[in-house]
């Protein structure tokens, strides 16, 4: 008889957890895209940092303006800085939904390996098709998981690594988009995996 | 529970998720868990994985995903075509408070550019969720700068499967490259080199001394000794002897060889000399390395004979990157040659080949500790005596010592194909094999001639002669203490004259005959030729060869040469060559003396 209250509740749990990363998921989304502008800018001053860093003002007409070489690289890191600030505000966001994801998964999991004596393995892998099976779903979590894992880790080693070199950094933002052209279809897989249990997460 | 499930390769899915995908009878069957950890054991090695049920629920399948294994190389290893269902087991499984791992990073590039908490990081979140057990190695096949991780230790130290979890503090105990990663899986048995425990504990001091006393030779402001070079007959052992201790100490060798290293396009040489190098060096950057350069004669000519620039280039480029090695590096080079008048003498200051190790040919003691290793591997009679085959086989080097083995398991073969009676290699062998291997240092050597064996008692008469030549011949050779004691020094030439006719030669013969030694017959035929210098040459050979076995043979061995027929022309060319016979007898009188 304790078979089915279980049963229901890693259910409910499981519903609960894919009602929570929806809207992860956007936050995550948009994050990413509100970084891009900021990974322009930053690799412009790269850029012109490079340059100022090349010329030889003596030469140029502007040689009357003392110590300008100075001043501009002055000016140029703090823009980069700054803008790393923004970066690294958008990173921590990143971390924030890692980490809300890995905890909601982490949850569900936990109350699976409670219940799962009294569940049996035929219910677990019992599906319909409105509702996916449990060992389905806890795959698909998993997956999740991982990805949100995997991609903050990288894209936190990319700037990490870019902070010596500025042509690592000027080339921040191919980096970036070759980050997201790897990841794009582990990005779809997620996507695909929240429709297939729409259904499921309506059926209350 | 015999059922055998069909191997399928995994899905791309599921790659480095170290799932194993079950259909739901075989789960149920096992008693596995959906997400709980299984181990499935294979022909070659068993690995940890977590049970799944397959997407379309079929049963009679496996698709296992191999991350985490006893193997490091586990897709080309577990090539199983099916898996019986008790080979699959279902496993309990602990969270792990602390776990000790061993990282294998790509490059060594990779090594200096990611930093200690990064890689930290990134092992951190390979190993997040995964079940591990001791000893057993995650292959991480993504692009990441990790390849594989090996588990040392994991605390609770459990027989079950651990758990890796975000509480879970992991300790990195060592970093090691790819190349040194599969360097130390090598594994090659030890090799055995018997008779060269003084030459072998040089090397290794050589080697092992920049690796454990590095504040001490700091301290003391010298730079490590960082070059040998082995000099030895051919045969003797000396790639073997560096084999061995190479892969005693654990040190990685990176072979160099001439003719690899010569290109035909200028330059090519000394590029494809400074790449070796670099890559010697990048090696050494993560373990002790061993930069193996045989036959360096060929490499390293004496400049001034060879009059072409190529190759005085390479001599220089090897010159220049000898004096590169950084004395800090744990880089070691050893070079061998039988040849080592051939060489550069540049090359053999110190600072470049700081020590000079000569392997001569093997001594009595040494032949014998050559041949027990040798018997000790073949299945041989009680009656096969290595001391007495030591006796026998003066000037036999290595090479032919294993030559001789060889041929007497090869005669022992044979006979056991005819009767079938006895499989063992008797002393009958090793003696039928000893008329067939003849020492190599004797061959294709000037003077050298074979011959029929003479006893004294085939010659009739004579007495007295054959007892002074047994007094000065065989007498030093047999009761060499008793001549020490007595304070005599032996007597080093005999001149035996006569009338043609009269056994000289036969008298040499019977003496060579007793005493088991090689004989060299030099007539005046062989050694005069119209060019200057040409005969002393000749005969600095002989000598040298004749004397490669006298001196280092403990039984010595003794050169005969046929002096008698020898002093006639000499007479005769006299007139003709004037001061020439002057320098040649002096080179002749020197080497006797």
């Given at each position: 008889?304790?078979?089915?209250?279980?049963?229901?509740?890693?259910?409910?749990?499981l519903?609960?957890?894919?009602?929570?990363?929806?809207?992860?998921?956007?936050?995550?989304?948009?994050?990413?895209?509100?970084?891009?502008?900021?990974l322009?800018?930053?690799?412009?001053?790269?850029?012109?940092?490079?340059?100022?860093?090349?010329?030889?003002?003596?030469?140029?007409?502007?040689?009357?303006?003392?110590?300008?070489?100075?001043?501009?690289?002055?000016?140029?890191?703090?823009?980069?800085?700054?803008?790393?600030?923004?970066?690294?505000?958008?990173?921590?966001?990143?971390?924030?939904?890692?980490?809300?994801?890995?905890?909601?998964?982490?949850?569900?999991?936990?109350?699976?390996?409670?219940?799962?004596?009294?569940?049996?393995?035929?219910?677990?892998?019992?599906?319909s098709?409105?509702?996916?099976?449990?060992?389905?779903?806890?795959?698909?979590?998993?997956?999740?998981?991982?990805?949100?894992?995997?991609?903050?880790?990288?894209?936190?080693?990319?700037?990490?690594?870019?902070?010596?070199?500025?042509?690592?950094?000027?080339?921040?933002?191919?980096?970036?988009?070759?980050?997201?052209?790897?990841?794009?279809?582990?990005?779809?897989?997620?996507?695909?995996?929240?429709?297939?249990?729409?259904?499921?997460?309506?059926?209350? | 529970?015999?059922?055998?499930?069909?191997?399928?390769?995994?899905?791309?899915?599921?790659?480095?998720?170290?799932?194993?995908?079950?259909?739901?009878?075989?789960?149920?069957?096992?008693?596995?868990?959906?997400?709980?950890?299984?181990?499935?054991?294979?022909?070659?090695?068993?690995?940890?994985?977590?049970?799944?049920?397959?997407r379309?629920?079929?049963?009679?399948?496996?698709?296992?995903?191999?991350?985490?294994s006893?193997?490091?190389?586990?897709?080309?290893?577990?090539?199983?075509?099916?898996?019986?269902?008790?080979?699959?087991?279902?496993?309990?499984?602990?969270?792990?408070?602390?776990?000790?791992?061993?990282?294998?990073?790509?490059?060594?590039?990779v090594?200096?550019?990611?930093?200690?908490?990064?890689?930290?990081?990134?092992?951190?979140?390979?190993?997040?969720?995964?079940?591990?057990?001791?000893?057993?190695?995650?292959?991480?096949?993504?692009?990441?700068?990790?390849?594989?991780?090996?588990?040392?230790?994991?605390?609770?130290?459990?027989?079950?499967?651990?758990?890796?979890?975000?509480?879970?503090?992991?300790?990195?105990?060592?970093?090691?490259?790819?190349?040194?990663?599969?360097?130390?899986?090598?594994?090659?048995?030890?090799?055995?080199?018997?008779?060269?425990?003084?030459?072998?504990?040089?090397?290794?001091?050589?080697?092992?001394?920049?690796?454990?006393?590095?504040?001490?030779?700091?301290?003391l402001?010298?730079?490590?000794?960082k070059?040998?070079?082995?000099?030895?007959?051919?045969?003797?052992?000396?790639?073997?002897l560096?084999?061995?201790?190479?892969?005693?100490?654990?040190?990685?060798?990176?072979?160099?060889?001439?003719?690899?290293?010569?290109?035909?396009?200028?330059?090519?040489?000394?590029?494809?000399?400074?790449?070796?190098?670099?890559?010697?060096?990048?090696?050494?950057?993560?373990?002790?390395?061993?930069?193996?350069?045989?036959?360096?004669?060929a490499?390293?000519?004496?400049?001034?004979?060879?009059?072409?620039?190529?190759?005085?280039?390479?001599?220089?480029?090897?010159?220049?990157?000898?004096d590169?090695?950084?004395?800090?590096?744990?880089?070691?080079?050893?070079?061998?040659?039988?040849?080592?008048d051939?060489?550069?003498?540049?090359?053999?200051?110190?600072?470049?080949?700081?020590?000079?190790?000569?392997?001569?040919?093997p001594?009595?003691?040494?032949?014998?500790?050559?041949?027990?290793?040798?018997?000790?591997?073949?299945?041989?009679?009680?009656?096969?005596?290595a001391?007495?085959?030591?006796?026998?086989?003066?000037?036999?080097?290595?090479?032919?010592?294993?030559a001789?083995?060889?041929?007497?398991?090869m005669?022992?073969?044979?006979?056991?194909?005819?009767?079938?009676?006895?499989?063992?290699?008797?002393?009958?062998?090793?003696?039928?094999?000893?008329?067939?291997?003849?020492?190599?240092?004797?061959r294709?050597?000037?003077?050298?001639?074979?011959?029929k064996?003479?006893?004294?008692?085939?010659?009739?008469?004579?007495?007295?002669?054959?007892?002074?030549?047994?007094?000065?011949i065989?007498?030093?050779?047999?009761?060499?203490?008793?001549?020490?004691r007595m304070?005599?020094?032996?007597?080093?030439?005999?001149l035996?004259?006569?009338?043609?006719?009269?056994?000289?030669?036969?008298?040499?013969?019977?003496?060579?005959?007793?005493?088991?030694?090689?004989?060299?017959?030099?007539?005046?035929?062989?050694?005069?030729?119209?060019?200057?210098?040409?005969?002393?040459?000749?005969?600095?050979?002989?000598?040298?060869?004749?004397?490669?076995?006298?001196?280092?043979?403990?039984?010595?061995?003794?050169?005969?040469?046929?002096?008698?027929?020898?002093?006639?022309?000499d007479?005769?060319?006299?007139?003709?060559?004037?001061?020439?016979?002057?320098?040649?007898?002096?080179?002749?009188?020197?080497?006797?003396?």
């Amino acid at each position: 008889m304790s078979e089915k209250p279980a049963f229901v509740s890693v259910q409910q749990s499981l519903r609960k957890s894919f009602d929570a990363i929806e809207p992860l998921h956007e936050e995550w989304n948009n994050t990413l895209l509100e970084c891009n502008p900021h990974l322009t800018s930053l690799s412009n001053l790269a850029e012109q940092l490079q340059a100022c860093q090349r010329v030889l003002f003596k030469k140029t007409p502007l040689s009357s303006f003392i110590n300008l070489q100075e001043h501009l690289r002055f000016k140029l890191q703090a823009a980069m800085e700054f803008n790393l600030e923004i970066l690294n505000q958008k990173l921590s966001t990143l971390q924030r939904i890692r980490d809300s994801v890995s905890q909601v998964v982490g949850s569900v999991l936990y109350m699976y390996e409670t219940s799962i004596e009294k569940i049996g393995l035929e219910a677990i892998l019992e599906r319909s098709s409105l509702c996916p099976s449990i060992a389905d779903m806890l795959e698909w979590l998993q997956d999740i998981e991982k990805h949100y894992r995997n991609q903050y880790l990288q894209r936190k080693l990319l700037l990490q690594v870019c902070g010596g070199h500025l042509s690592d950094i000027q080339a921040l933002p191919q980096s970036w988009a070759k980050q997201r052209d790897a990841a794009s279809s582990k990005q779809q897989h997620v996507e695909d995996i929240l429709l297939s249990v729409s259904f499921f997460r309506m059926s209350t | 529970m015999d059922t055998v499930l069909k191997c399928l390769p995994s899905n791309p899915d599921d790659h480095c998720s170290q799932r194993c995908r079950l259909g739901p009878k075989a789960m149920a069957l096992i008693g596995a868990k959906v997400g709980f950890p299984v181990l499935v054991s294979l022909q070659s090695g068993s690995c940890l994985c977590t049970a799944w049920p397959r997407r379309d629920l079929c049963d009679g399948f496996v698709q296992a995903d191999y991350m985490c294994s006893t193997s490091h190389k586990p897709m080309a290893v577990f090539k199983d075509t099916g898996i019986c269902l008790n080979q699959i087991k279902s496993m309990a499984s602990t969270k792990l408070r602390k776990v000790s791992v061993k990282v294998v990073v790509r490059s060594l590039d990779v090594k200096r550019a990611t930093s200690e908490a990064a890689l930290l990081e990134t092992v951190r979140d390979l190993l997040r969720n995964v079940f591990v057990l001791n000893d057993y190695v995650l292959s991480v096949n993504a692009d990441s700068p990790v390849v594989h991780i090996e588990i040392l230790d994991t605390d609770p130290a459990t027989s079950n499967a651990g758990l890796i979890t975000g509480k879970t503090s992991i300790v990195i105990k060592e970093v090691i490259t790819l190349e040194w990663y599969k360097h130390k899986l090598q594994e090659a048995p030890q090799l055995k080199v018997a008779a060269m425990d003084d030459t072998c504990a040089s090397l290794k001091e050589i080697i092992h001394m920049p690796l454990h006393y590095p504040e001490t030779m700091h301290k003391l402001g010298l730079p490590c000794p960082k070059g040998v070079l082995l000099i030895g007959p051919p045969g003797v052992g000396k790639t073997l002897l560096v084999k061995a201790v190479a892969r005693e100490v654990g040190a990685y060798v990176i072979g160099l060889s001439g003719p690899a290293i010569h290109g035909s396009r200028p330059g090519e040489s000394e590029e494809n000399l400074r790449k070796i190098f670099e890559k010697a060096r990048e090696a050494a950057c993560s373990g002790p390395a061993l930069l193996f350069i045989d036959e360096v004669d060929a490499l390293c000519p004496k400049r001034g004979h060879s009059n072409s620039a190529p190759e005085n280039r390479v001599v220089a480029q090897l010159l220049t990157l000898m004096d590169g090695i950084d004395s800090d590096n744990k880089m070691v080079t050893v070079a061998a040659t039988s040849r080592p008048d051939a060489i550069d003498p540049a090359l053999r200051r110190p600072g470049r080949f700081d020590r000079e190790v000569i392997i001569g040919t093997p001594t009595h003691k040494q032949r014998q500790a050559i041949l027990e290793m040798m018997i000790s591997n073949m299945p041989t009679d009680r009656d096969v005596d290595a001391a007495a085959l030591a006796d026998v086989t003066v000037g036999y080097v290595g090479a032919d010592l294993t030559a001789l083995c060889r041929d007497a398991a090869m005669q022992a073969v044979l006979q056991a194909s005819l009767d079938s009676l006895c499989n063992l290699v008797s002393r009958a062998h090793f003696y039928e094999a000893f008329k067939r291997i003849r020492p190599s240092s004797a061959r294709s050597s000037i003077g050298r001639v074979e011959f029929k064996p003479v006893h004294w008692e085939h010659i009739g008469g004579l007495e007295d002669i054959k007892h002074k030549l047994r007094q000065s011949i065989e007498w030093p050779m047999k009761y060499p203490e008793a001549f020490s004691r007595m304070g005599l020094t032996p007597p080093k030439g005999v001149l035996l004259y006569g009338p043609p006719g009269c056994a000289k030669t036969t008298l040499v013969k019977a003496v060579a005959t007793s005493c088991h030694c090689s004989f060299f017959s030099i007539s005046a035929a062989d050694l005069f030729s119209p060019y200057v210098g040409d005969s002393e040459k000749t005969l600095a050979q002989v000598s040298n060869r004749c004397s490669d076995k006298r001196g280092l043979a403990l039984q010595p061995l003794f050169s005969l040469m046929k002096l008698m027929p020898w002093w006639g022309p000499d007479q005769k060319v006299e007139q003709d060559l004037g001061s020439r016979k002057g320098s040649f007898l002096f080179s002749l009188m020197s080497w006797m003396a």
